[in-house]
């Protein structure tokens, strides 16, 4: 369906009706609003991410550290791991001497008796 020209209606010399270059000027204007407001979140999103940024940062070194700290703690836990099986092996060991020596004993003991 096509519309002829004398079916529209001319509106230009309406009262309250705006020109042309009033309708340009208006969307400019609505054009600026829209590119100050993004410009404001851009700046704001820009903001966040740089504190994101340190935030990682600080985590990052943070996780660094207690990784440090913990392979301290497994090689003091290592360490401590073998020095009491050493002395439980000693303990265990001088345990048999004496139950030995024990038994050494309370067999001379029944041979005198």
Known sequence: MTVEQYEIE???DWLGCPTPLETCRHQLRIYENE???L???LRQARE???NLVEMHSKAANERDALRSQLTTAKAETADANRLATEI???SN???MAKDKHISELTAKL???T
């Open 10 to 12: 001319d509106t230009s």
């Open 35 to 37: 590119v100050e407001e």
């Open 39 to 41: 410009t404001l979140q």
């Open 48 to 50: 966040k991410i740089f």
């Open 88 to 90: 439980e092996t000693r």
């Open 93 to 95: 060991w001088q345990l």
């Open 110 to 112: 029944r041979t005198f």
